[in-house]
């Protein structure tokens, strides 16, 4: 095995955070010598879902492992759909940046069974089994899942992705159980887990209502094509005829060390622009998707700050409040941190902003602040000069030279120009905002899929199920499931980077958004 690939590092640096390294380059070597089995049950294959679940599958697969196993019977093989998928999966294999061996017979170490506790012929009983379906919204994994008729389901692709990326989690926890129980890691077996996608929780009795058969999500900014922004769009481009406009904001091409976790990037994307990447993925689609090859700051400069809903997908915490200081009205953020993945909504008013999420660090130099004591505005007033280029007027700049205690009429040449020029060249000089110095622990396909699935989910409820738009924070541990803590309401912080709670902000979002400030 060649340990110098950039998806070793990355898994093996995962696996560094939870156990020696005797033990992780162990499970290193586990990953790239066993033979991972998928079985294609007959009567999901000719579903909709159960096509979606065998893809997502494969293709988080063929970027974790190098032996992959696949086994369907004459029937499954005859039908012109599989005939087609299982090319474009040979292809796929070919087109990463390791060497995986992908057959259609033969044996494996561990399986996963599309369907529920099917009769496996031709392969060993004894052979550990992950049972994978989903029902609408629902998605079900496990070693020992309840009978469920493939036909009683309607076609979700939401439900059937987060299907599939559950069944793969369980399929690395089996093949390393041994290794993680000796490094004390959490690695306990799932045999009947339901995640509802739609609920947000594993009781009893959820919703699950249909999809509509067309579905138009509006128009969407798409902020980050990264991880979490190939699963967001792998999981559009899985819907047969999905409408509405989304833009794509991105200023970074793909690289090697991407192909790992990005689920729609292959060897011969390197060294295009991510933006485009997107692009060629949902050109099936009715989806018309505009791509900015530029960041988040260039782009609200060239286009404005006319926001309404906004998918954040970066891995930044000071993007993110920059994000939620432009006052969409709408944020969905998905993120991840190891085997943690999280999910949130806020529309600014209501509970924490992602700003008070991810609060600044004590040592970030807050130029808004600055501004602020020099000026004598308030914080939020700074940010919202500055977020809608707001050019200064002559009262304003009597104000600031009175404040300051500045001759009168010092500053008269800044009348009309915006507050950023009034304080780079008089004020202060030069202005900067320290980076964030925050190392984030790398993550696996399996892991940062899950956010993009349940960020697309949002998106449909946001638009046809309004009353059950998730309000908070969701979190949970891929390989332990979700737990009593993982729903979360956060309120808002006044440390908040965002200044959610400041006059002048939420009056700024309220004249963007609510319909009577438009009114007056």
């Given amino acids: 095995m060649n340990n110098s690939l950039e998806y070793v590092s990355r898994t093996l640096k995962l696996l560094q955070e939870y156990m020696d390294n005797t033990k992780s380059q162990k499970s290193i070597e586990r990953l790239a010598t066993a033979k991972y089995g998928i079985h294609i049950n007959e009567e999901w294959a000719n579903t909709e879902n159960g096509m979606i679940i065998s893809s997502t599958i494969f293709k988080l697969l063929v970027r974790m492992v190098k032996h992959i196993v696949v086994f369907a019977n004459e029937e499954v093989h005859s039908n ?24 259609f017979a033969g044996t494996c170490d561990v399986l996963i069974s599309l369907g529920c506790n099917s009769i496996l012929t031709d392969i060993p009983i004894d052979i550990p089994t992950v049972y994978v379906y989903n029902n609408g919204w629902e998605a079900s994994v496990g070693s020992s899942l309840p009978p469920f008729e493939s036909n009683k389901s309607s076609t979700n692709p939401i439900g059937a992705c987060l299907a599939a990326s559950l069944g793969v989690a369980e399929l690395f926890k089996y093949a390393l159980k041994d290794i993680l129980d000796a490094a004390n890691v959490r690695y306990e077996l799932h045999r009947n887990l339901t995640l509802s996608a739609f609920a947000l929780q594993n009781e009893p009795g959820m919703d699950n209502p249909d999809l509509p058969d067309t579905p138009n999500v509006g128009i969407v900014h798409m902020v980050g094509a990264g991880a979490i922004g190939n699963a967001f769009v792998h999981t559009l481009a899985s819907f047969n005829n999905i409408h509405g406009q989304l833009l ?24 295009h622009c991510k933006v485009d990447l997107i692009k ?9 998707v505009v791509g900015f090859n530029e960041t988040w700051i260039d782009f609200i400069q060239h286009y404005g700050r006319s926001l309404d809903t906004v998918v954040c997908t970066v891995d930044s915490a000071e993007a993110r409040r920059e994000i939620q200081s432009d006052l969409p009205r709408l944020l969905l953020d998905g993120a991840t941190s190891g085997f943690t993945f999280s999910l949130s909504s806020h529309n600014f008013l209501e509970g924490a902003c992602l700003g008070c999420i991810h609060l600044p660090n004590s040592n970030d ?59 780079s060249k008089e004020l202060c000089g030069r202005s900067s905002i320290n980076k964030d110095q925050v190392e984030y622990v790398g993550t696996t396909g399996f892991v940062s899929i899950i956010p993009g699935i349940l960020l697309a989910g949002e998106l449909i409820k946001e638009v046809y199920f309004k009353d059950n738009v998730y309000k908070g924070r969701f979190i949970a541990n891929v390989l332990t499931g979700p737990t009593k803590h993982s729903v979360q309401k956060p309120e808002k912080d006044s440390r908040c980077g965002s200044y959610c709670y ?3 902000m939420i ?10 400030y438009r009114e007056v």
């Fill in 80 to 103: 012109f759909k599989y005939n087609a998928i299982f090319t474009s999966w040979l292809e796929e294999a070919k087109n990463q940046d390791q060497d995986v061996s992908v057959s």
């Fill in 248 to 271: 794509v904001i991105d200023a970074d091409i793909v690289d090697l060390s991407n192909l790992n976790r990005y689920i729609l990037a292959r060897k011969d994307d390197i060294g």
């Fill in 280 to 288: 060629k993925s949902l050109n099936h689609t009715a989806l018309n």
């Fill in 365 to 423: 130099y807050a130029v808004e602040e600055e501004m602020a004591r020099i000026l004598g505005w308030s914080v939020g007033e700074v940010f919202n000069a500055l977020r809608t280029d707001h050019l200064l007027n002559l009262m304003e700049i009597s104000q600031i030279e009175a404040y300051q205690q500045f001759p009168q009429g010092s500053l008269v040449s800044f009348v009309g120009k915006p507050l950023r020029t009034l304080w």
């Fill in 502 to 504: 400041d006059p002048a």
């Fill in 507 to 516: 009056q700024a979002y309220n004249i963007k958004h609510t319909s009577a």
